[in-house]
């Protein structure tokens, strides 16, 4: 049952690695422009280069977000419970983990992308590694508590949006010279010189991150993720919320002018990111594709890797200093870049898992926390 239960959860954190750039693409392609991934600036009717950008950003935006944060609570709840059957101290050396993990962040931040997640999983976790230690009591509390807060404001500020007391609109975007002439270094100096206004998002979300993760360690405990009939009815409990709950909310993102873009990648997503998770809970009792659950474990097993490379890749694809794609080329072919950059992440992880048994990032981080741990 362990195995299994294990196997389901690297399925979905491999799912949700990939997922991600399916929101992070449209960015990569649009040379930073986050307004093509909101309807803020757009107010007439759908093309249909549009339409199949917003239909990828309806399964992808804030959803592949929510399911990695809630995975990264599981995982939390797996080394916590690891810690108690060995006598560790708690969170002992797991701080050293989550540092390294912020460390990690800042160099993917810095080198890489500056909508960088692993940061702000970092001070999450070590926020959290605390509260599990007060007990399921403490932690609903503090769940129901950080959630409802969280809630309250994204609410306030669709209310003020559909008022017309606060404008969503992004406004003109001058910054696509810097990705599509300006070199590799200008870039990472861009990055450290508007740190602050770039780590926004991380601040903002604690609270939606706090709340995810400690759903994810409830999930964990209730045995959602394991092989028994529990674990199957619970499955298909979430898939019934997800789809009946979390699809019609999200289908928000299809009405142009910006009021729902915050409410859906914040609040609505993370119940379709539920429904994922009973949605494939169901799908790996097909054997007829295992080769497709077996390499998206593979995926997961390494998720920090394949999180690094895939961005990696698709700034090499798409700005100036790299292949320069950038501005011109259309959703369909975006698309198919998207595709071409999860089949190489197979085969990528694939290697990886048989020669190292993990990803390279992984194994990195493992020798260096053995290292200042001992």
């Avoid at 999860?342 to 493992?366: D, H, S």
Wanted: proline letters at 2%; aromatic letters at 14%.
């Amino acid at each position: 049952m362990t195995n299994e239960r294990l196997r389901l959860i690297d399925i979905l954190r491999g799912f949700a690695v990939l997922g991600t750039l399916g929101t992070n693409i449209w960015i990569f392609a649009y040379l930073g422009d986050l307004a093509y991934t909101t309807t803020s600036n757009y107010t007439g009717w759908w093309t249909l280069e549009d339409f199949l950008r917003m239909a990828v950003l309806f399964f992808a935006n804030g959803k592949f977000l929510g399911l990695l944060t809630i995975m990264f609570g599981v995982g939390l709840e797996i080394k916590y419970q690891q810690a108690k059957r060995k006598g560790n101290a708690w969170p002992g050396v797991y701080v050293w983990t989550l540092l390294f993990l912020l460390l990690e962040g800042f160099i993917h931040f810095m080198l890489v992308m500056e909508y960088d997640i692993l940061m702000s999983y970092a001070v999450t976790g070590l926020i959290v590694a605390f509260i599990l230690r007060r007990g399921d009591s403490f932690m609903k509390k503090i769940m129901i508590g950080v959630g409802s807060f969280h809630a309250v404001i994204i609410l306030l500020i669709l209310v003020a949006a559909l008022v017309g007391a606060l404008n969503m609109s992004l406004g003109t975007y001058e910054g696509a010279a810097l990705y599509e002439s300006g070199t590799w270094l200008e870039q990472v100096k861009n990055r450290l010189v508007n740190f602050i206004y770039y780590r926004l998002e991380v601040i903002l979300i604690v609270p939606m991150n706090i709340c995810l993760f400690l759903l994810g360690v409830f999930l964990m405990q209730s045995g959602t993720f394991s092989k028994t009939e529990i674990g199957k009815k619970k499955r298909k409990k979430l898939f019934k919320l997800g789809m009946y709950i979390g699809v019609p909310l999200n289908l928000l993102i299809f009405v142009p002018g910006g009021a729902f873009d915050l409410p859906i990648r914040y609040l609505f997503a993370p119940i379709m990111s539920l429904g994922y998770i009973g949605l494939f809970g169901i799908l790996v009792e097909y054997r007829k594709v295992e080769w497709l659950w077996s390499r998206l474990e593979e995926v997961g097993k390494m998720s920090l890797s394949c999180y690094v490379s895939q961005n990696l890749l698709a700034s090499i694809i798409f700005y100036g200093w790299g292949l320069g794609l950038g501005g011109k080329i259309g959703s369909f072919t975006i698309v198919a870049i998207w595709l071409c950059i999860t089949l190489f992440q197979f085969l990528f992880a694939y290697v990886c898992i048989r020669t190292l048994q993990t990803g390279p990032l992984e194994w990195l981080r493992r020798r260096a926390v053995a290292a200042v741990s001992k």
